[in-house]
């Protein structure tokens, strides 16, 4: 069974930045796409990055382009999130997301994925 375990959230001024880290654990660890998702209260969760796992092609939700970068490191089985220019509107609880293969589902929707991490809140001050 694939564990996953965010961390790196926290709080920080509007402007500024955080790093998010994801790291995942169980058996052999090979998955198709990793993505980071987020969920702020009262909305639904929704995709925010992801990442070919063998290629490293990367893929960003419009709101995060130029200021978010995904990244993976495969001997550590890690993706990580790297957010500058930190806004408001970023402050959500943040979802580390696997999918195993490709599961007929849109990449950018939480059912192609089939493991989550237990999610890291980030807050942006005003």
């Known amino acids: 069974q694939v564990q996953l375990v965010e961390s790196g959230g926290g709080l920080v001024q509007a402007g500024g930045s955080l790093r998010l880290s994801c790291a995942a654990s169980g058996r052999t660890f090979s998955p198709y796409v990793m993505g980071w998702f987020r969920q702020a209260p009262g909305k639904e969760r929704e995709y925010v990055a992801h990442?070919?796992?063998?290629?490293?092609?990367?893929y960003y939700v419009d709101a995060v382009k130029g200021r978010f970068t995904i990244s993976r490191d495969n001997a550590k089985n890690e993706v990580s999130l790297q957010m500058n220019s930190l806004k408001p509107e970023d402050a959500a609880l943040y979802y580390c997301?696997?999918?195993?293969?490709?599961?007929?589902?849109?990449?950018?929707?939480?059912?192609?994925?089939?493991?989550w991490g237990q999610g890291t809140q980030v807050t942006v001050s005003s």
């Open positions: 990442i070919r796992w063998s290629s490293g092609t990367t």
């Open positions: 997301a696997a999918a195993g293969s490709w599961r007929g589902y849109t990449i950018t929707t939480t059912r192609a994925y089939d493991h």
